[in-house]
Every structure is written in C-alpha cells, then in structure tokens.
C-alpha cells in the first residue's frame, strides 16, 4: 500500500468515528485530520468537501457493509438475524445511517436510480418467493421487507425504544436476535 493510500484509510477511518458520532453538521475536518495525523489539507485533496467525505464514508460503510448481508428472500426470518448481527457487530453503520437520514434525507440520494435497482432487484425477488411459496402474503413485498428491515434494526444504538435502559439490559443480545428471527417467521 502506498503512503498516499494509507493515508487515505487513515482519514476514513477518522472521519467514519468522527461522523457516527457527530454528524454531518457536527463534524469537524480539524478533529478528522488530527486523528488521522494527516495535513487537513489531504482531506480537501482526496474528497474535495466534508460532504464528499461523509458520503464516501457513508457508500463504503452504509451502502456497502449492509450489501454484504446477503438478502435471502426464502429465508427472511435467517435474513434478519443476519441483519441484526451485523448492526450490532458495527453501530457505527447505523449511526451513520440516522445521520443521513436526519441531515439529508431522502432528497440528498446521490445515485436514487441505483438505489431503485438494487432495491428493485430485491422486491423482485421476494415478490418471486412470495407467490412461489405464499409467504408474506398479506403484504405487499415492498411493506414486507420494510417490516422485515424495521424488525431486524429494532434494537440499534440510534433507536430510542422508549423502555427504560434497565429493561433493554434485562435481555440479552441473543434473546434479541431470537426475538426478531421469531417475530418475522410469525409475521411469514
């Protein structure tokens, strides 16, 4: 790896802490160049903007990390749980998920046609299965992979349950996730 490119993983990995846990508005270039031990300058060079910057790491975190949760539409009860391990293996995700639905919302997608595909792609999918195997078949497949992906993130680091801390800790991780996993194949 080069020092240019190392360099580069060193600001993306400062600026991924640095807008989990501040935000787009909130984050500070000075904190990410200085947790990164680059010139503050390099930040600019490489990503042009603090929003260019929140969008790479956005695309490689958000939009990549959850693409490598294979959707299963045969099993959505499996796809869930696999949804929730990884939520909770990297809050991070999440997080900066939140943010961009806070700061940007849905008017700031920077490729909405290939969000449109590869969500198409899925509804497609479960669509096919749906029909195939009758599953779900209350739902259109659209609101049932939205109650899926609601049922699987429900217990993330940015939901605010409205239950006391004290009753949340009271579970366990894994009785989460065989919550969820339940909760879908009764929702099948």
Same mark, same amino acid.
């Given at each position: 790896?080069?020092?240019?490119?190392?360099?580069?993983?060193?600001?993306?990995?400062?600026?991924?802490?640095?807008?989990?846990?501040?935000?787009?508005?909130?984050?500070?270039?000075?904190?990410?160049?200085?947790?990164?031990?680059?010139?503050?300058?390099?930040?600019?060079?490489?990503?042009?903007?603090?929003?260019?910057?929140?969008?790479?790491?956005?695309?490689?975190?958000?939009?990549?990390?959850?693409?490598?949760?294979?959707?299963?539409?045969?099993?959505? /009860? =499996?796809? #869930?749980?696999? +949804?929730?391990?990884? !939520?909770? *293996?990297?809050?991070?995700?999440?997080?900066?998920?939140?943010?961009?639905?806070?700061?940007?919302?849905?008017?700031?997608?920077?490729?909405?046609?290939?969000?449109?595909?590869?969500?198409?792609?899925?509804?497609?999918?479960?669509?096919?299965?749906?029909?195939?195997?009758?599953?779900?078949?209350?739902?259109?497949?659209?609101?049932?992979?939205?109650?899926?992906?609601?049922?699987?993130?429900?217990?993330? /680091? =940015?939901? #605010?349950?409205? +239950?006391?801390?004290? !009753?949340? *800790?009271?579970?366990?991780?894994?009785?989460?996730?065989?919550?969820?996993?339940?909760?879908?194949?009764?929702?099948?």
């Amino acid at each position: 790896m080069s020092r240019a490119e190392a360099t580069k993983m060193r600001i993306l990995r400062a600026a991924t802490d640095e807008f989990a846990a501040h935000g787009i508005a909130g984050a500070r270039v000075d904190r990410i160049a200085r947790t990164a031990s680059a010139n503050k300058n390099l930040i600019y060079v490489y990503f042009c903007s603090k929003e260019r910057l929140f969008d790479t790491v956005f695309d490689t975190h958000v939009t990549h990390g959850l693409n490598t949760v294979a959707f299963t539409p045969d099993d959505l /009860p =499996g796809y #869930a749980g696999r +949804l929730f391990d990884y !939520a909770q *293996e990297h809050p991070e995700v999440i997080r900066l998920a939140i943010w961009h639905r806070l700061e940007r919302g849905d008017s700031h997608d920077r490729d909405p046609a290939l969000a449109a595909v590869t969500r198409g792609a899925e509804l497609e999918a479960l669509a096919a299965v749906q029909k195939d195997e009758g599953i779900g078949a209350a739902f259109s497949p659209a609101a049932l992979l939205t109650l899926v992906l609601g049922l699987a993130l429900a217990w993330n /680091p =940015g939901n #605010a349950t409205g +239950l006391p801390a004290s !009753a949340i *800790e009271a579970e366990s991780t894994e009785d989460r996730r065989r919550s969820i996993v339940e909760a879908v194949r009764r929702l099948l």
